[in-house]
């Protein structure tokens, strides 16, 4: 499910506090599990996709304009270009949206490896036979379907069900504050074509399977007296918070569970 999107620098609402015991443990026993599971659930940091398989939920497509702008929407499903404000010298992986036009819901369809982009407003990114770009549609057809293709830098190209690519071109006209040309109808080795895209945290694969292993390794000394049903030596503890790492605790939990059962009649 999709969480409410926050943007950088907004506050989050305070959470309830429990009451900790003074006992060390009883605190870190309280904290280990929910705590960090729950911090791989919020990450609201911002990170560049590597892999179409990473693509998920809520992104930020940044065109190859100068200064960089984001792929955007309005209410009324125009398709437009907004320069991002949240950057750092200008490098597209460093990018954030300050927009909520600029941000895009990202899903792959099942049964097929196409995705599809649906803009704030509800409705999907669409690129017609003539290459123009539209956000109208509340329905997925061939011509809401996009293909990411991955480039040897680690960014985009967003390619139609047409093979054609969308591409984001410099203003045609020389007015102050002309917008770059968005079109879907360019070829794979036009200019203009490469994007990077942004992502939330949470959602990529990687990253949230790297801090949900973190979450599972975090246990404290007194749940694993517990599980055992005795108290332990240091020695032991390491051994066990070991074992979570290397994945053969119920089989190191046994062997000290025997342990303890021959210790107690010797």
Known sequence: ???PLVFKGEKRP?????NHDSNADTVASSTAGPHHTDDVENDDSWVS????TDVSGPVMIVLPTNPPS???CDANGKV???DIENIVEGNPASAEPHDVRQVWVANKIVGTEHFRFKGHHGRYLSCDKHGMLSATTEAVSPLESFILTVTEDAKFQIQTLGNTFLSANPPTSSKPNAQPELRGDADADAPNTVVCIRMQARFKPRIKESKAEKAREKISRKELETAVGRRLEEDEVKRLKRARREGDYHEQLLKLKVKGKH???S
């Open 1 to 3: 499910m999709v969480k």
């Open 14 to 18: 305070k959470k309830r506090k429990r």
């Open 49 to 52: 996709a590597e892999a179409a």
């Open 70 to 72: 984001a792929l955007s």
């Open 80 to 82: 437009f270009a907004v």
């Open 263 to 265: 210790d107690k009649y």
